[in-house]
């Protein structure tokens, strides 16, 4: 097989990871309302890699149980994605409690309540109008 070289421009990055539960937990945070809310408040420019560093997402953590939930939950909404974007009602459903649970994970990671999560996905809401 052939191996090729994979070249990123100005908008892609990429992130090495050693082990699933890492990228999962990336995966998850970076895939959360609240950082949607955040990265479309940066969309009338180039987003460049310090909006990341800018949110400060912490290093995954094995031992910390909110950590692995996330992960654990971003795995479970990689699994339903196929399923659910081809047309599976139930899956979309499923999926759409899956990133809720997430959401509120995420809150709880950086300190927000429910009632500020609430006003962040009602400012989103607004913003892709």
């Given at each position: 097989?052939?191996?090729?070289?994979?070249?990123?421009?100005?908008?892609?990055?990429?992130?090495?990871?050693?082990?699933?539960?890492?990228?999962?937990?990336?995966?998850?945070?970076?895939?959360?309302?609240?950082?949607?809310?955040?990265?479309?408040?940066?969309?009338?420019?180039?987003?460049?890699?310090?909006?990341?560093?800018?949110?400060?997402?912490?290093?995954?953590?094995?031992?910390?149980?909110?950590?692995?939930?996330?992960?654990?939950?971003?795995?479970?909404?990689?699994?339903?994605?196929?399923?659910?974007?081809?047309?599976?009602?139930?899956?979309?459903?499923?999926?759409?409690?899956?990133?809720?649970?997430?959401?509120?994970?995420?809150?709880?990671?950086?300190?927000?309540?429910?009632?500020?999560?609430?006003?962040?996905?009602?400012?989103?809401?607004?913003l892709r109008g």
């Open positions: 097989m052939e191996k090729k070289i994979v070249v990123p421009d100005q908008t892609a990055y990429l992130v090495a990871f050693d082990d699933q539960e890492s990228a999962h937990f990336l995966c998850g945070i970076l895939n959360t309302t609240i950082v949607q809310s955040i990265y479309a408040m940066y969309t009338y420019k180039h987003v460049s890699i310090n909006f990341i560093r800018q949110i400060r997402i912490p290093h995954y953590d094995a031992q910390d149980p909110t950590h692995r939930l996330i992960s654990s939950l971003s795995r479970r909404a990689h699994e339903l994605a196929q399923a659910a974007y081809n047309g599976d009602k139930a899956a979309r459903a499923e999926l759409r409690r899956v990133e809720e649970e997430i959401d509120r994970a995420a809150a709880q990671l950086w300190g927000l309540t429910e009632e500020e999560l609430a006003e962040i996905r009602r400012s989103l809401e607004e």
